[in-house]
Every structure is written in C-alpha cells, then in structure tokens.
C-alpha cells in the first residue's frame, strides 16, 4: 500500500486506483438498476406463478453489486495492482478520438451525416492520422459516395440528413 | 384482352403491373407527390403478424408501382408499439412517414402513459379488420364452446391459455371470456401469434384465440380445430364454424389494420397516401389474401376512421378497467 | 428413391443459366452485406423480397436462399478482421477468429471459417433432405420448459469463459442479463428500466448495440492505444502454400464440424432457439472437449471451425419449422414466410404434399447456394486480408464509420448509436480493468430467452419449480448443463487437490 504515493504524481493511474473506481462505478450502476427494477414485483408469485417482473434485475443488480463489493475488499489486500492503467500520453490520444465520435453524432442530428461523417473523417485522417492531402481527400470523397449508393441506394436504408435534406431530393428522384 | 390471358400467373402479373405503370401512378399524383422514400413505421417487431402485412402492403404497392417514391417499412415494436407512437408525435407534421397500427394502437396509451393521444395523428385508412377464433388441439375431446366451457371449469384455474403479451389483443379476449363465462384461465403470454400457435399444436397450452391466420396451416393439417368465432357472422374460411354470439354469448372482437399519419399532415398529402391504399384494397393480390386468411376487407377513410378510432379507443378502456378489477 | 428424384427435379430448375447468374449475384451481395458489421441476412431478405416479384418463384427463392448463405459466411468475415460479430450468430467466431487475425492469421482464419461454414452447411442441407417432415414433429415438442433448459445448457457449456477472474465474469454475466431485460415486460406487459423514460429503451438493449459498442468502438479505442507502441495487427499475407496449409488444418478438425455440424442443425431446428445458442454451445464443446483448452480463445483455429460450422448448419435447420410449421425461427425466416405467402404458398404442414416443386427448388438451390458462397468467400479471401493492411490510422477511421452507420441502419435510430458510444467507452474501460467481454455479450443475447421461457413455464405449471426437471426432454437438457457444470469444477478441483498434496512435500 506504501508505494501508491510515489506513483501519483506521475501523471499515472495505477490499477489499483481504476479497479477501485470501476467496482464503486458498477455498486451505483447497481443501485440504479435496482431503483428501477422495484417499480416492478420482485418476489416470487407476481403474476399467477413464479418471479414477477422486476425479479430478474433486481436479484442479479444485487449479485453484481455484491461482487464489486468482494472485488472492492479484495483490492485492499492485492499487491500485484500497481501497474499503471493510464499514461498521460495514452489517455490524450483516446479522449481525442472519444471526443471526436461524439462530436461527430451529435452532428448527425442537425447537419446530416454525410457532413459529419466528412468532418469526422478530415479530422481523424489529416491531423489525429497526419497523413497527407492525397490520402484524405481521397478517402473523404470515396466514403459518403459508398454509403449512399450501399446503404441508401441498394439497402434502402437512408441515413439521417438534418439540415442538408433538401439537398437530397433531386438524388432521390434519380436513383429510387 | 392481354390482361386476361396471362392473369394468374406471377410473372404476367408483374408485366401487367408494367403496363399500367404510367397511368395509375400519373392518376393518383394529383397535386402532391412524395419527394423521397416513404417512411412505413410499423407498431410491431420483425416477423409479426403486424409486420407480414405491413409489408405485404409494401410489396403489393411496389409491384402495382402505386406509389411513385419506394416506401420503406421501419420497426419500431418497442413497448407494445410506444416507441412508434412516441416517434410519431414527434414527427408533426411530416409528409412522409405513415404508420401502420393494430389494436396496441388504443391499448399500448391507456395501459401506460407514454404522452401520445392518438385523437391527434390523421387518419388516412383502414385496410382490414382481422378476426378472432377459438382453437384446441385437434386431439382434445373439446368440439363445442359448452365443452370448451366445462373443460375450463373442471380444470379449476389451471387451464393453459396462450396468447400474445399481456395487456395485447389475445389477453383481452381472453378477459372477456373468464368474465361471460365466469371462469378461470391461467394466460399464458408468448412473444408472437406463431410462437401461439405451435406452443397448442405440440401440447404444451391447452387453447388460443389466435387469428385464423396463424393457425391455418395447422387447421389445414387437422392439426387443430376451431371452436367459435368472436365475429358477427360465421367466416366464410369456416362456414361450419358457430360464431360465440350465435351460442349466445355476445364476444365480439376485431384487430384493426389501418395507416395513421403524424399530427398535422397537410391536407394534399393525407389525399395521396388515401389513394394509394384505396387502390391497393382494389388489387387482385389483397383480395385473394383476405379471402384466404379470413381478414375482413373493410376499407374506411377520413373522419369515419377518426370516429371509428375514437369508439374503439372508449371500448378498450373499458375492457381494460374491468380486467384490472379483475386482477385486483 | 422418391426423394432423389424429386431433388433432381429441383436441381434442373436451379441450374440453369438464369438462375446461375442469380445464385452468383445473390451470394456476392450477401457476403459484402454481412460482413458490414451491424447488417445481416436479415437487411439483404428485406431488400430482396420485394423485388422478387418481378421474377418467377423459382428463381426468386434461389435468390433469397443465395443472399441468406451469402451473409452467413460474410458474418464470420467481420468477426476475423474487425473482431465485430456482424450479427448475434458471429460471435463465437470473435473468441478466435480475431486472434488469429492479431497473429497474423487473418486468411488462414478466414480459410476455416469459409470450409467449416461450407460443412455444415452441406451436411446440415442433406440432413434437411432426407428428415424434414418427420423432423418436425420434434421441433412441437418443444415447449417453454425444454427451451429454458437447453439455454441453460447453452450457458453452461461456456462456464469459466473469462478466464480466471471469477467476480469479474459473474459482474459481467449479470449485467448483460440486466441489460436484456430492459424494455417490455411481456409476461406482465409492463415497461421496466426505461431510464429517463427514452422512448428508445422501449425497444430493449439489441445485441448488435452492445456487439458494436464493446467490440467496435472499444477495439478501436484499445488499438489507437497499443499501436502507439508496436503495432497491434502483423499484416497479413496469403499465399497458395498458406491455402493448402489452412486446407489441411481443416482436415484434422472433422470431429469439432462434425459435432457442429449435428448440433447446430438440431439446435438451429427448434424454433426460438435458432443459431446463435448453437454456435456458442458448439464452441464451448470444443473448447470443453479439446486437448488443450487454454489455447482457446487465444487464436486456436478450433475455436473458429466449430462456431462457424454450427451456425450455418443452425441456418438451414431453422428453415424446417418455417417450412414444416409455419413458424420463423428467426427474423429473416419470418420474411422469408411473409415472401412465401405473397407467391400464394401456405407454409405448414400441408407445404411439402401440396407444392413439392416449391420445396424440392429451394432444397436444390440451397444445395447450389453454399457451393456458390464457398467458391466466392474463397476467392475474395485475399481481397479481404488485402484490407487490413491499411494504416492503423486509416483502418480506425473508417471501422468508426462503420460503427455509426451499422449500428444507425438495423434500428434506424440516433438512439442506438448514442448506446455504442456509450458502450464503446465502458468496454473499453471494463477491458482495461480485465474484466472479461464475451460474458456480458453473450448474456445479453440468451437473457431474454431465459427470463421469457423460465416465466412461461412457471406460469403454466402454477409455479411449480419441478416442472423443468419432470419432463424427459428438458430434463435431460438440464442433467447435461449440470454436468458441463460440475466438470470443470472437479477439474479445478483435482488440480487444487494435487496441489496440496505436492505442496507439504516441496
């Protein structure tokens, strides 16, 4: 347990520290599941015969969050957990790309997501990626041209357009 | 004359299709004409009973060329069809998404509140009215609706009705015979009709109130047999088959298949999509498969649809509240 | 025999040119749709159905029956190269296929696959010759109890799947049966863990969110990680010696596909069951059965020949109660019946009596359907191996696209692809943290069907618990479960006892 110290400042976090987090995290994922769960019957004979509705959640809600709890306890008497979990440099790359995606979604509503799909792509392949105007460009234009003609044009399934919707419209009267 | 000699096939009946293409589609075009794919919402889950038709519907639209955009069915079956009711009235106003319903349509918003009121949407029509039957395995001793009757009460409580998750169509028929016969019955709820329907042929519930549909393969098999009908008159599927208001017991229940537009869908659009479906119920295909799965073709529009909604809204509230009585 | 020549009827009318043509065309589509994780054989029958009124029946099944063996084999190549089951009946492929594919094993991975799909398919298709009617009988009896128990045997062939951390399976087991429970309550027809009442959750948690999320998004997050010190993917080549290689690796698993084979047809027959809890109970049996089984789930070929074989023997064999009873095992076969009574065909019982030319057509194209989609799987084999040769930075981007779009199209909802974020970042957290994935997968693909069949015979037996175990079929099933159960726990067992007995002496 001595060791936890000389770690932190590091810009590192250890295993032991995530393990920690991560069980509390599913004890209260846990306990919200079991909130909702009792708006149901969780005995045995809530309906004609066996468990009612909200049993199932309820009981294995618990079983998880009694094992986070033996995970939790356990981690107090491991030595073996002091390996890093994140880098600094690790954590920057990730939350980059994580940021990005929803970024990227919650552009889909309102621009459509054949723009935000273009973005997302500029973005990732030119400065997360670094790779040259060629590469990008080319891959830019290739990706929304496929998934039109696969998904909108072959599956008949259409993507959602928000705003750039009546851009649409003269395409659709073409190819459907 | 070209028509005639090769109806009846599939391939002459596509080529015709072919031919007629220019003028139905120019007919129904009056003013209004959809812009991109029409968007099928469909109350139910893949494979339904529901979603067979719906797209059934499609295919006939698509191969009849009666609607000049491909419509498209979408499923959104969650929570008895809450989720499409919820979609719906989100989408106000919107000219290209329809939704075909069945009777969770009513039910799904009076048994929870999910903050949709159905009095809003528009109606545009009603395609079909799908009917209700008594079955029993065909190796049960039961041929009578007395017999049905007696069987129930010797079982004391623990006779095996199966049927379509609570709350849904089977269950209210179900409730309503425990309550015209005084008897008791443990629902048994399945996910699916067809689920339904096996789950009696091999034995393991003792009766269904399936819709002719999802037996007749059975049925045809003399794998399982028909006890009444709740219709006002006899099926013409089943004419040696009493419906229960002839036994005297006044069982009436039907499922609804109609297409509701989102709140405020401009008047011209509302007139498109009506067209479209009147033709459909005029097409050789709808009417041979309402004639074989004993469906009620019954085609209604506009405010008689709304007032038709409307009733059967108030109907179901009240087999609701008595079968919560019931439970309580 | 009346059988052999009603086949040859069917053969003449799938072979001819036409038909060829659409065989072809059908698998080629098939396999490039479901490989796109998120999309399966169920979009492609979608799509199909409605134009397969402008061509004849015969030839119109052919097409279905080609896009259906198409995307079955196009399922495990998105399983081995992105490590995203396409579709729920894939992910047992993920176990060892996308090791394989780590090691740079991609094709010899993706050679298993396509021959093992090949068998039993193949076997799966004579068994369906030659039994189908009497067969029938035997998908009836099964009731909600005797699927109860065989999930439960489902479940127990994967015991100990994880690995060692044993809190850390049951917290994920559990949470993935919580989260199939979420959505309609159908036994009380209540809604229940609709959080913040989004209408989206009406629908449930699908497999493919979760599947997408934990194994796309957090795949790729799990890469951009590791690639920044040594690459996570050795490229991978194929060569014709590498081919005549994985050929014969194959050769030395006839037992794992023939048990698949058997298995996933019979298990693939009764409706609910269907595909998915065979491949996995195929998987675990190998793994159980074999030599070596901690080499499973670390790029042992087995552990992609016998899902794979299973799964696509489980496709046919869920053909026969759609076509025998009329009822769909699945949500394609249930198309496929709403095709069937558009052409003004009645499946049931009477569908082999009163239109053998129908039923003897689809038999012999489903038999040209799976050379078909063999021949071309292989062919494309290095196409597909040629891909993950990308850039990781260029790979990532476009698997994320992927993600939203696949996982956008089934559901047509943002709300789903809210989820695989959401579920992208917490796997990839849970998977640092080691705990194990495929558990809480896999419990949230036979959740549903546990909860709903153990519900619905309880209620039919007036809650009597006993009921499972007095039927002959679910008794057996559950006598089994119990044995894959306790055998791995006398195995441990064994161990900790030599242990303590060679311990005192050191």
């Known amino acids: 347990m001595d060791g936890v110290g000389e770690f932190r400042h590091k810009g590192v976090i250890l295993m032991l520290v995530a393990d920690r987090v991560i069980a509390l995290g599913i004890i209260a994922l846990s306990a919200y599941f079991m909130w909702y769960a009792i708006a149901l019957p969780i005995g045995w004979n809530g309906e004609a015969g066996g468990p009612g509705g909200g049993a199932f959640p309820f009981w294995l809600s618990l079983v998880m969050a009694l094992c986070a709890v033996g995970i939790l306890i356990r981690s107090f008497r491991e030595q073996r957990l002091l390996d890093p979990f994140f880098d600094r440099e690790t954590m920057r790359s990730v939350v980059a790309v994580a940021v990005a995606l929803v970024v990227t979604i919650a552009l889909i509503s309102y621009v459509g997501a054949y723009v935000a799909i273009v ?44 705003i750039t919707e009546p851009y649409f419209i003269p395409l659709y009267a073409a190819f459907f | 004359m070209i028509h005639k000699s090769i109806r009846g096939g599939i391939v002459g009946a596509a080529v015709t299709a072919l031919f007629t293409l220019g003028s139905t589609s120019l007919a129904s075009a009056e003013d209004w004409a959809p812009q991109k794919p029409i968007e099928m919402v469909i109350m139910a889950g893949q494979g339904g009973g529901a979603d067979r038709l719906a797209r059934l519907f499609q295919s006939i639209i698509q191969k009849e060329n009666l609607a000049s955009m491909p419509v498209l069915p979408v499923n959104k079956g969650g929570g008895s069809g809450a989720e499409a009711l919820r979609y719906l009235s989100d989408n106000s106003g919107d000219d290209h998404k329809i939704m075909a319903t069945l009777n969770s349509y009513y039910t799904t918003p009076l048994r929870n ?13 009603r395609m079909a009215l799908d009917t209700f039957v008594l079955w029993v395995n ?8 007395d017999d049905w009757v007696a069987a129930v009460k010797e079982a004391g409580g623990t006779w095996k009705m199966g049927g379509t998750g609570t709350g849904q169509e089977d269950s209210l028929v179900t409730a309503m015979l425990q309550d015209t016969f005084d008897i008791e019955i443990t629902y048994v709820p399945f996910k699916g009709g067809g689920e339904v329907a096996k789950n009696l042929v091999g034995g393991h519930i003792d009766s269904t109130v399936n819709n002719p549909s999802e037996q007749m393969g059975f049925f045809q098999a003399g794998k399982s047999r028909p006890i009444a009908a709740f219709t006002p008159e006899r099926l013409g599927a089943f004419p040696d088959v009493p419906t229960a208001r002839e036994l005297g017991h006044d069982i009436v229940y039907w499922m609804q298949r109609s297409f509701v537009g989102p709140k405020d869908m401009p008047a ?13 119920s005029e097409t050789e295909e709808w009417k041979t498969y309402t004639a074989d799965k004993a469906l009620m073709a019954d085609f209604l529009t506009g405010d008689e649809l709304q007032a038709y909604f409307l009733e059967e809204r108030e109907k179901h509230a009240e087999i609701l509240a008595a079968m919560e009585d019931e439970a309580s | 025999m009346e059988v052999l020549s009603l086949l040859a009827d069917g053969f003449a009318t799938s072979l001819s040119p036409l038909n060829l043509m659409i065989v072809l065309l059908g698998v080629t589509a098939g396999l490039f749709i479901g490989a796109m994780p998120g999309l399966g054989s169920v979009n492609g029958v979608a799509i199909v159905l409605p134009l397969t009124f402008i061509v004849p029946p015969s030839s119109a099944i052919i097409l279905l029956a080609a896009i259906y063996y198409g995307a079955m084999y196009g399922g495990a190549v998105s399983s081995v190269l992105l490590g995203i089951p396409g579709a729920s009946t894939a992910v047992a492929t993920t176990f060892d296929g996308r090791p394989m594919a780590q090691k740079g094993e991609a094709g010899l991975a993706l050679i298993a696959a396509a021959t093992a799909s090949f068998i039993g398919g193949t076997v799966s298709v004579v068994l369906f010759t030659l039994f189908a009617v009497p067969l029938a009988d035997l998908a009836l009896a099964f009731g909600p109890a005797e699927e109860f128990a065989l999930v439960l045997l489902a479940f127990t062939t994967f015991v100990g799947l994880g690995g060692d951390d044993v809190l850390k399976t049951i917290i994920m087991i559990c949470l993935g049966l919580v989260l199939s429970t979420v959505g309609l309550d159908l036994i009380s027809g209540q809604p229940r863990l609709i959080f913040g009442d989004l209408p989206g959750f009406y629908a449930g948690i699908s497999f493919l969110v979760l599947a997408i999320g934990v194994y796309g998004v957090g795949e790729v997050l799990h890469t951009i990680e590791t690639s920044k010190s040594a690459p996570q993917v050795t490229p991978a080549k194929l060569t014709f010696s590498e081919l005549a290689a994985g050929l014969k690796a194959m050769n030395r698993l006839w037992k794992t596909m023939s048990i698949g084979s058997f298995l996933g047809f019979f298990v693939g027959m009764l409706p609910a069951a269907g595909a998915t809890p065979a491949s996995l109970m195929a998987y675990g049996i190998a793994r159980s059965t074999s030599k070596e089984p901690e080499t499973f789930g670390k790029g042992n070929i ?53 239109q053998p030319d129908f039923v003897w057509g689809l038999i012999s194209s489903l038999y040209t359907a799976n050379f078909a989609a063999v021949a071309i799987n292989l062919a494309l084999i290095p196409l597909f191996v040629w891909a993950l040769r990308m850039p990781f930075t260029v790979l990532c981007a476009l698997v994320l696209i992927l993600c939203i779009v696949g996982g956008f199209a089934p559901s047509q909802k943002m709300h789903d692809v809210w989820l695989i974020a959401a579920f992208g970042f917490g796997g990839y957290l849970l998977r640092k943290a080691d705990y194990p994935l495929a558990p809480l997968v896999l419990a949230l693909v036979l959740g549903p069907l546990m909860e709903k069949s153990f519900r619905q015979t309880l209620i039919a037996e007036q809650g009597n618990v006993f009921a499972f175990v007095e039927r002959p079929l679910s008794a057996t099933f559950i006598c089994i479960a119990l044995l894959f159960f306790i055998l791995p726990l006398l195995k441990h067992l064994r161990k900790v006892l030599r242990k303590d007995v060679s311990a005192p002496a050191e």
């Open chain 1, 119 to 162: 973005l997302f792509l500029l973005w990732y392949l030119k400065i997360f990626g670094q790779h040259g105007w060629v590469l990008t460009g080319l891959l830019t234009v290739a990706t929304p041209i496929f998934l039109f003609f696969f998904f909108e044009v072959t599956l008949k399934i259409l993507l959602p357009k928000g």
């Open chain 2, 113 to 125: 509140d999910i903050g949709v009121d159905i009095e809003e949407f528009t109606p545009i029509a």
């Open chain 2, 138 to 145: 065909a190796d049960s001793d039961i041929q009578t609706m």
């Open chain 2, 268 to 280: 011209e659009a509302v007139a498109y999509y009506t067209e479209v479906f009147r033709q459909l």
């Open chain 3, 302 to 354: 087995e552990g992609v020949a016998a899902p794979e074989t299973a799964n696509n023997a489980a496709s046919t064999g869920s053909l026969l109660p759609m076509l025998t009873l009329g009822i769909p095992g699945s949500p394609t076969t249930a198309l496929l019946l709403g095709g069937m009574v558009m052409w003004g065909l009645m499946p049931g019982p009477m569908l082999f009596i009163e």
